[in-house]
């Protein structure tokens, strides 16, 4: 019995320094993997983000209407683009192929909804033409300050 308690001792010794040096192992292991996903990070920050920009900036392009130009409308692309991340919202922003071309609806005077301008030439109807235009001029202005 004395013989079979000191194999096991000895068994134990050997399990538990063994355990000790694969603990020390794995704990060198760990700090290799911490200094190397730090290397990885300043990596991709300072290289692959410019990239990572140009990318969703393409994807981007591709989710403007194709029929048709972008409404002012947090429900279109590119403006409901930059409600969705922050970083989505500075690429969005400092993309001009984005904010090339806009659809501004102008309603036109006396009705509710969004219909082309006729500006009539007849000297008549140059004052009617003026107030229109300027009109026009103060809704393109606020509409412009929106944004």
């Known amino acids: 019995m004395l013989i079979v308690s000191r194999r096991?001792?000895?068994n134990f010794t050997e399990i538990n320094d063994e355990c000790f040096i694969l603990e020390e192992r794995l704990k060198e292991l760990k700090e290799r993997r911490e200094r190397v996903e730090g290397e990885i990070k300043?990596?991709?920050h300072?290289?692959?983000s410019p990239a990572r920009a140009n990318?969703?900036?393409d994807i981007f392009s591709h989710?403007?209407?194709v029929h048709r130009n972008s409404a002012m409308s947090a429900l279109d692309s590119p403006v409901l683009l930059i409600h969705i991340f922050i970083s989505w919202r500075s690429i969005v922003l400092h993309s001009s192929r984005l904010w090339a071309r806009w659809h501004i609806p102008l309603a036109a005077a006396g009705r509710g909804r969004d219909s082309a301008i006729e500006f009539p030439t007849?000297?008549?109807q140059r004052e009617a033409s003026d107030i229109q235009r300027e009109?026009?001029?103060?809704?393109m202005r606020i509409r412009c300050e929106v944004i």
């Open 8 to 10: 096991v001792a000895l």
């Open 42 to 44: 300043v990596y991709y």
């Open 46 to 48: 300072t290289m692959l």
């Open 55 to 57: 990318i969703l900036c």
């Open 63 to 65: 989710c403007l209407p």
């Open 122 to 124: 007849y000297p008549f």
């Open 135 to 139: 009109n026009v001029s103060c809704i």
